[in-house]
């Protein structure tokens, strides 16, 4: 398992019992190892973050994104949290919520291909 702040735990908790709606959708589908059979957990605090949705086997972090990521500050962070997870060795996916909730198969079948190693 991956390194994190401990101090993130409560947080995580706490973003796990509200989720967006994306989030819900998404993770409707994620959960109980439906894609290939790994396991993917949600709200999982990793080094100074905490992620939308983490599997492990596959190296994979997802993020779900609103509209406020659309904006130059949230980018030049969102770039150095990318490139913080990436140091790992972590691929990272990112999502708009619009994306997730209007595109569920689409979105889905880019994480399954993945997970199985084609990426698109």
């Known amino acids: 398992m991956e390194r994190y702040n401990p101090k993130l735990k409560e947080n995580s908790r706490a973003l796990r019992t509200n989720m967006t709606d994306a989030e819900q959708v998404l993770w409707h589908r994620l959960r109980r190892k439906q894609i290939q059979g790994v396991q993917f957990y949600r709200q999982k605090p990793l080094l100074a973050f905490i992620v939308d949705f983490y599997c492990p086997a ?63």
């Open 58 to 120: 596959a190296k994979l972090v997802i993020e779900l994104d609103g509209s406020q990521h659309f904006e130059e500050e949230h980018q030049a962070k969102d770039q150095a949290r990318d490139d913080a997870l990436a140091e790992l060795g972590l691929r990272v996916l990112r999502f708009d919520n619009r994306q997730v909730l209007l595109e569920t198969d689409a979105v889905l079948e880019v994480i399954d291909m993945i997970v199985k190693g084609n990426p698109p």
